[in-house]
């Protein structure tokens, strides 16, 4: 979702515009919830390009592409963030499994 947000430069097509309601949906609901203060800060750091981008002229193409630029750099530690939330969760799940199991 937030890859469509950064790399699609037709910031009027429906791809687009999908992925920004999307994005809004999970930070103001989803983000809340989350027990990540990592991916929160990413979250975070990228919520006003995010913003910004929805707000350019569709003819700019140069502000377009500065944007996407910037938003791209913020990428990897989106990415980072939730890779290692994830991690956890992949191994909780089977750790308890085992624990249900012994009992």
Known sequence: ???KLVLNEDIQSDEFLSAY????????????TCES????IAMVNLKQKVYDKNHLNPDDQ????????????????????VRN????????????????ASK
Do not use: H, Q
């Open 1 to 3: 979702m937030v890859s």
């Open 21 to 32: 309601k999307r994005f809004w949906e999970r930070y103001w609901c989803e983000l809340p």
């Open 37 to 40: 203060a990592e991916i929160e």
């Open 62 to 81: 140069e502000k377009i592409s500065n944007t996407k630029e910037e938003m791209n750099m913020l990428l990897p530690g989106l990415a980072k963030a």
């Open 85 to 100: 939330f994830s991690l956890p969760l992949e191994y909780s799940e089977p750790i308890r499994d085992k624990i249900r």
